[in-house]
């Protein structure tokens, strides 16, 4: 498991890569406390992925059964999104992916969610998605994600 970066872009070699990722981009804000990964119900890891990060929204297809599912609570804000199909700049629109939480102080309640994203065709690893998020417990959000 190993973080490289070449011309700009981050490179991992796991899905587990993807948190250390997430860790160095959050350090320049609300750093990230607890992570999940993706995983389909037919057990895939790997999906295509829609982001609106103005109303906060990610929709993941699974690319294995096609089963659509909004991460954490997408789907409440579903009905205003525009979504916007994310694809790597390799070509690949495929990926393996994990979703970040930070806290407030001395509470279980989410303040900022991250999505990132590991391109399995390239290793490219990167946030896809950041914004405030008020969920009330993150284990619940995060069994969502
Ligand atoms: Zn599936
Ligand atoms: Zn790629």
Same mark, same amino acid.
């Given at each position: 498991m190993a973080l490289t970066t070449r011309e700009k872009h981050d490179y991992g070699d796991s899905q587990s890569d993807i948190r250390e990722c997430l860790s160095q981009y959050s350090g320049r804000g609300y750093a990230v406390h607890h992570f999940a990964d993706a995983v389909c119900k037919c057990s895939s890891r790997t999906f295509s992925l829609r982001v609106d990060n103005n109303e906060g929204v990610a929709i993941r297809t699974c690319g294995a059964c096609a089963c659509e599912h909004p991460i954490g609570d997408s789907e409440? @804000? #579903? &009905?205003? &999104? +525009? #979504?916007? +199909? =994310?694809? !790597? %700049? !390799? /070509?690949?629109s495929l990926f393996e992916v994990t979703v970040g939480v930070s806290l407030y102080e001395d509470s279980e309640d989410v303040r900022? #969610? @991250?999505? /990132? =994203?590991? =391109? %399995?065709? !390239?290793g490219l690893t990167a946030c896809y998605g950041d914004w405030k998020n008020e969920y009330s417990g993150y284990r619940e959000l995060l069994a969502r994600v």
């Open positions: 409440e @804000y #579903l &009905a205003d &999104a +525009e #979504l916007e +199909e =994310c694809e !790597c %700049p !390799c /070509g690949e900022w #969610l @991250y999505i /990132g =994203c590991r =391109c %399995p065709h !390239c």
